[in-house]
């Protein structure tokens, strides 16, 4: 079974593929469309303070085994995801408004291990990844808005350098 | 009933909402999960200065950012409105841990010794904020993804790369916590 619908060439324009993040839709969404992703991004905040996912202490206690908590949530998530990706591409879902669902794999380059790394210290460093770090600041936690500015100018430093790093 | 919303909530629940969030997004609007991209965005629409990396329609994926304003208020609305009565339950190890290392304050989500504005000026700090988030979003950029976008999307589509982004994350998360935070915890 093919792992996607899609293959992505690799061609020069290989950094601008891989870094975009790129809306698949085509229909033109505005205003109070835009809602409903509030809405889900509400649940995923109450998620990740309810389950003290932007703890640093749990975030500790994953990178030493010393809670099965993180891996249990990431676990399932995985889990609840795979099959769900795999119900929609088996019985063809559409979107709500009919489209075909597309997912564009990210294709490989040498920068998802350096990169990755880097993350992952950063990661352990802080106790939050990106969505972590919106939590924090919904949470009232000052070290969030700091956590959040420093990651923006590394994300501007990345984008400054791109075309001089390895990939 | 807001008792138990009120107490912490297990990983089987949290990690079913989490993974359901991907055939949710997908169905309201084709769209894929993955958080990290919206620190992009946001160099895009306020500080683009003529870099290449930049110069795209970051307006075309504001659905991401009213994502992010969600989880904003969402965890507003948890903090107020159903946060736990109770002290967080830690690992006795990690407490002695990180007591040894003058880390005692064990109450809240984080030990303010170390994420305060208050310690912000000292080394230790400094370098978990600042140095941190630096390289969570250079880190995350490079990678292409996050947690969100690599472990949780890009598992859930069985995309190797994605694999490989997560082993590091990991790899990266171990090696600061076991081997290099106890170093950099010495300075306060």
Same mark, same amino acid.
């Not at chain 1, 992505?8 to 290989?14: A, E, F, L, V």
């Not at chain 2, 160099?43 to 795209?56: D, E, H, Q, R, S």
């Not at chain 2, 989880?71 to 841990?97: D, R």
């Not at chain 2, 993804?145 to 589509?157: D, F």
């Given at each position: 079974?093919?792992?996607?619908?899609?293959?992505?060439?690799?061609?020069?324009?290989?950094?601008?593929?891989?870094?975009?993040?790129?809306?698949?839709?085509?229909?033109?969404?505005?205003?109070?469309?835009?809602?409903?992703?509030?809405?889900?991004?509400?649940?995923?905040?109450?998620?990740?303070?309810?389950?003290?996912?932007?703890?640093?202490?749990?975030?500790?206690?994953?990178?030493?085994?010393?809670?099965?908590?993180?891996?249990?949530?990431?676990?399932?998530?995985?889990?609840?995801?795979?099959?769900?990706?795999?119900?929609?591409?088996?019985?063809?879902?559409?979107?709500?408004?009919?489209?075909?669902?597309?997912?564009?794999?990210?294709? *490989?380059?040498?920068?998802?291990?350096?990169?990755?790394?880097?993350?992952?210290?950063?990661?352990?460093?802080?106790?939050?990844?990106?969505?972590?770090?919106?939590?924090?600041?919904?949470?009232?936690?000052?070290?969030?808005?700091?956590?959040?500015?420093?990651?923006?100018?590394?994300?501007?430093?990345?984008?400054?350098?791109?075309?001089?790093?390895?990939? | 009933?807001?008792?138990?919303?009120?107490?912490?909530?297990?990983?089987?629940?949290?990690?079913?909402?989490?993974?359901?969030?991907?055939?949710?997004?997908?169905?309201?609007?084709?769209?894929?999960?993955?958080?990290?991209?919206?620190?992009?965005?946001?160099?895009?629409?306020?500080?683009?200065?003529?870099?290449?990396?930049?110069?795209?329609?970051?307006?075309?994926?504001?659905?991401?950012?009213?994502?992010?304003?969600?989880?904003?208020?969402?965890? *507003?609305?948890?903090?107020?409105?159903?946060?736990?009565?109770?002290?967080?339950?830690?690992?006795?190890?990690?407490?002695?841990?990180?007591?040894?290392?003058?880390?005692?304050? *064990?109450?809240?989500?984080?030990?303010?010794?170390?994420?305060?504005?208050?310690?912000?000026?000292?080394?230790?700090?400094?370098?978990?904020?600042?140095?941190?988030?630096?390289?969570?979003?250079?880190?995350?950029?490079?990678?292409?993804?996050?947690?969100?976008?690599?472990?949780?999307?890009?598992?859930?589509?069985?995309?190797?790369?994605?694999?490989?982004?997560?082993?590091?994350?990991?790899?990266?998360?171990?090696?600061?916590?076991?081997?290099?935070?106890?170093?950099?915890?010495?300075?306060?």
């Amino acid at each position: 079974m093919p792992m996607s619908n899609h293959t992505q060439p690799m061609n020069d324009n290989k950094l601008d593929e891989t870094s975009a993040c790129i809306n698949h839709s085509e229909k033109k969404e505005a205003g109070f469309s835009l809602l409903k992703y509030t809405f889900i991004g509400m649940l995923f905040g109450i998620v990740f303070v309810k389950a003290e996912i932007i703890s640093w202490f749990r975030i500790q206690e994953m990178f030493k085994f010393q809670s099965f908590h993180m891996y249990g949530v990431i676990g399932t998530a995985v889990t609840v995801g795979i099959i769900s990706v795999a119900i929609i591409k088996k019985y063809n879902i559409k979107t709500i408004k009919g489209e075909k669902i597309i997912i564009v794999p990210k294709p *490989f380059t040498k920068g998802q291990i350096y990169g990755s790394l880097l993350f992952g210290l950063g990661w352990a460093m802080t106790g939050a990844c990106p969505g972590p770090i919106f939590a924090q600041i919904g949470a009232g936690l000052m070290s969030g808005f700091v956590i959040f500015a420093s990651a923006l100018l590394g994300t501007w430093t990345y984008g400054f350098f791109q075309e001089k790093l390895p990939h | 009933m807001i008792d138990s919303l009120k107490a912490p909530w297990p990983w089987y629940i949290a990690g079913a909402i989490i993974g359901l969030i991907v055939p949710l997004l997908l169905i309201i609007g084709n769209k894929t999960f993955g958080l990290s991209s919206n620190l992009r965005h946001i160099c895009a629409a306020c500080f683009p200065a003529n870099i290449k990396f930049f110069k795209y329609n970051w307006k075309n994926e504001i659905w991401n950012l009213f994502f992010v304003v969600g989880i904003i208020i969402g965890a *507003f609305i948890a903090t107020h409105y159903l946060s736990n009565p109770n002290a967080i339950v830690i690992n006795e190890k990690l407490k002695l841990t990180l007591t040894n290392l003058g880390v005692t304050d *064990f109450q809240n989500l984080m030990p303010s010794e170390l994420f305060s504005l208050n310690s912000l000026s000292s080394i230790r700090g400094f370098v978990l904020m600042v140095v941190g988030g630096f390289l969570v979003g250079f880190g995350t950029r490079y990678a292409n993804g996050c947690t969100s976008g690599h472990a949780i999307m890009g598992l859930s589509n069985l995309q190797w790369p994605s694999l490989v982004a997560t082993i590091c994350f990991m790899l990266g998360g171990f090696i600061m916590t076991n081997f290099i935070l106890p170093f950099i915890l010495q300075y306060n």
